[in-house]
Structure formats: structure tokens, C-alpha cells
């Protein structure tokens, strides 16, 4: 029998260049859009109490099906037939209330995946417990980390003992005693004959969970089956890939990768071990020594939040991002104006010559993260603090 059905389906989105395209076609039928297929014919079945793990590239399609699944994006066409309660966990911040407790949103999100307040009276300690966020249950969302959030999601969803579970990237956060904890939770599922769908770019993972496998490639399936028989198809054409990536960027012209031998960054860190209250500046530093003379040296880094999302990048060509590039050892220190509300951070850095044009050597990215400033007002909900003033109220 089966928990999940897959027929036919397919998602098209409408790509506008402009705004006033999708004005013009909504009045007049004028098609100024160009068609983006993120799925195409997919065809599934999915025997109750299987670990379903949906393998994929970034943009293959795979969370774009789970939302469809879960009914939070229609597709263009075809259907899903699901037996069963199912409950998921798509993105940290979904069917969360920021101003609300964490105990106050259990009861939102349960009411969400459709249960009646007396089942969750029924759950709500065991979810508070499983979630083990302590006295933050009591604080609202907005002040919660990204890992905090997905303890609460995740305790949620796997305890109101729904019949299918979706989980996308959720593991991706948070410590490894709670990833483990979220296993075991998972696991348990299984062994009752639950039906799970997981999502994850850890292979090791998938490999030791799940026993069937979905392969999604520019949103079309190219597979189903045993893990055992996928999972090294899906290694070998990561490998593939990953070596024409490697042959594309050598034919290039060897100054691209000549110039990797014209500098080496070491001792790359935060201050205050990448920890930052709200408000509070964001500083880093590295040191850098330049072996070969070269064309001015530029630094520039990105900002993205948890799931890879970009916040902020720094313009590659602008001359305030010029660094000393004399021949020599040489330390930069950056310090950064902190507007971020709290959570887990990405920042990116590369430098190249002065042209942008060549990478010479160094691109890391490493983890921050802002916490609660119970000292500061610049609170709210997003990812960013905008200051704003009341100039006039009459």
C-alpha cells in the first residue's frame, strides 16, 4: 500500500524581466515572460514505511516537490495523493508567529497541521522537553537562533506522531548531539511504519537512513530505488561533475592558476569566537602574505543567512575594498556595522587583483552567529534591523 502517489507532476514558473510585465500580461494576455520548468513528469510511488532520501544539485527541484507535497505550492499540473497526517518542516521560520512564545507556537503550528488544542494539551510537554531549549520556550521566536528554531520545528513535527514526515535540510543546523537525537527520533518513525521524506546534502546520512532513493536533475527524475543501488550512481556523477567543473576552470588560462601562487591567507578568525550580540559590530581578521608582484589587491565578502540565502555582497570593483598588495606579510582587520537580527551567518570572502577579474587564491566561508542583546531595543522579525524614527504624529 502505498503513502505517497506521485502523478505527472509539473511546475512552471512565469520568469518576468521586468515588473510591469506581469501587469501587462494579467490585463492584456501579453506573454512577456520566458517559462522556467522546475519539474517535469514526475512519476512516483512510495510504499508506506519507507526513508525516502531525494537526492539533487542546488536547483534540481527537490524542495520545490516537497512543497508541493505538503500543499504549499500548487503544481501547473498533475497531483499528489498522500495517506495519511503528514507534517513537515520545509524553512525555519515556517508557521512561526515571531512575536509569539515558543509554548504559544506549538499550539499555532499544531493548529497548522490540523489538530484540535486538546491533542496538543496532550503533546505539549514532550514537545517542550524534546525540544530542550530551556527557558527560551517562554521568549519570543524572534529572539532565537536558527538552531533553536529548528529544535522547535523539529520537535514539533515528529511529536504529534503524524503518518508521513517531510524534513528538508532541517539537520542542517544545530549541534550534533540534537542531529543525532533527530536520528533516533526519525528512526523510531521508520520502525513504526511511518512514511518519512528527507532531504539532505549529507550522503552519509541518506546512505545510513534511508532505503530508497530519488534522484531529481533540472527537475526531472532520473531515478528511484534501493540506496544501495542509487547512492553510488548519484557519487560517481557528483565525481564527474565535480572533475568537467575542475577541467573548465583550467581552460581558462593558466594566469588564473598561476596566480594562486601569489599569496597565502592564514590565521583567518572572528572576535569573541564568532559570537555577536544584536547590535553589536561584527569584526574579523586574517593574515596574508604576498609572494609576487601583482595589480592592486582587492578584498570583498558576502553575507547569507542559514540556508544559503544572500544578504549582502560587497561591490568586487569598488576602489574602498583595495588592500595593501606590497610583497610581504601584511594582517587585514574588518569590522563590519552589525543590522542583523539573530541567527546563524555565512560570511564569504575572496580576494583578487584589481581588474576583478582573477581569483589569486584564497575564497573560505565561515560561520557567525548574532544572539539575543537583551541590552538593545533594535529588535524584529527578518533577517535585518532597519533604524527608523517617527518624525511626525499628529
Wanted: glycine fraction near 8%.
Amino acid at each position: 500500500m502505498y503513502a505517497i502517489k506521485i502523478n505527472n507532476i509539473c511546475k512552471t514558473y512565469r520568469i518576468y524581466q521586468k515588473p510591469f510585465q506581469r501587469v501587462l500580461d494579467l490585463m492584456f494576455n501579453k506573454k512577456n515572460y520566458t517559462e522556467y520548468k522546475a519539474l517535469q513528469n514526475i512519476n512516483v510511488e512510495i510504499e508506506k514505511g519507507e526513508a525516502v532520501g531525494v537526492l539533487g544539485k542546488n536547483g534540481a527541484g527537490k524542495s520545490t516537490l516537497l512543497k508541493i507535497i505538503t500543499g504549499v505550492v500548487k503544481p501547473t499540473s498533475g497531483n499528489v495523493d498522500i495517506k495519511g497526517k503528514i507534517s513537515a518542516i520545509l524553512e525555519l521560520n515556517s508557521g512561526f508567529d515571531q512575536e509569539l512564545t515558543g509554548y504559544e507556537n506549538i499550539y499555532v503550528k499544531g493548529a497548522i497541521l490540523g489538530y484540535k488544542k486538546e491533542e496538543i494539551d496532550e503533546k505539549v510537554e514532550e514537545i517542550v522537553e524534546f525540544a530542550d531549549i530551556g527557558e527560551h520556550i517562554n521568549q519570543p521566536v524572534r529572539t532565537y537562533s536558527s538552531g533553536m528554531k529548528a529544535r522547535l520545528g523539529f520537535a514539533i513535527s515528529v511529536n504529534v506522531d503524524p503518518d508521513v514526515l517531510i524534513v528538508d535540510e532541517a539537520l542542517a543546523v544545530g549541534d550534533d548531539v540534537f542531529k543525532t537525537k533527530c536520528l533516533r527520533k526519525m528512526s523510531e518513525f521508520r520502525k513504526n511504519g511511518k512514511t518519512i521524506f528527507f532531504v539532505s546534502h549529507s550522503l552519509y546520512t541518506v546512505g545510513s537512513f534511508c532505503t530508497k532513493c530519488m534522484w531529481i536533475k533540472d527537475g526531472e527524475l532520473v531515478d528511484y530505488g534501493p540506496t544501495q543501488e542509487l547512492l553510488p550512481r548519484y557519487e560517481n556523477f557528483l565525481k564527474e561533475e565535480k572533475a568537467r567543473e575542475e577541467k573548465k576552470k583550467k581552460s581558462q588560462g593558466k594566469s588564473q592558476i598561476d596566480k594562486k601562487a601569489y599569496i597565502e591567507v592564514t590565521n583567518f578568525k572572528f572576535e569573541n569566537k564568532g559570537k555577536f550580540k544584536a547590535g553589536e559590530d561584527i569584526v574579523y581578521s586574517f593574515n596574508y602574505e604576498v609572494k609576487q608582484d601583482m595589480p592592486d589587491l582587492k578584498w570583498s565578502f558576502t553575507i547569507r543567512d542559514a540556508a544559503t540565502n544572500l544578504i549582502y555582497s560587497s561591490d568586487k570593483m569598488n576602489k574602498d575594498y583595495l588592500i595593501k598588495n606590497s610583497i610581504g606579510k601584511h594582517t587585514l582587520k574588518v569590522k563590519i556595522k552589525n543590522v542583523l537580527l539573530p541567527g546563524k551567518y555565512l560570511l564569504s570572502g575572496e580576494l583578487r587583483e584589481g581588474t576583478g577579474i582573477f581569483f589569486v587564491g584564497y575564497s573560505n566561508k565561515r560561520s557567525f552567529n548574532i544572539e539575543y542583546n537583551e541590552n538593545d531595543n533594535k529588535n524584529g522579525t527578518g533577517l535585518v534591523y532597519i533604524d527608523h524614527d517617527v518624525l511626525n504624529n499628529e
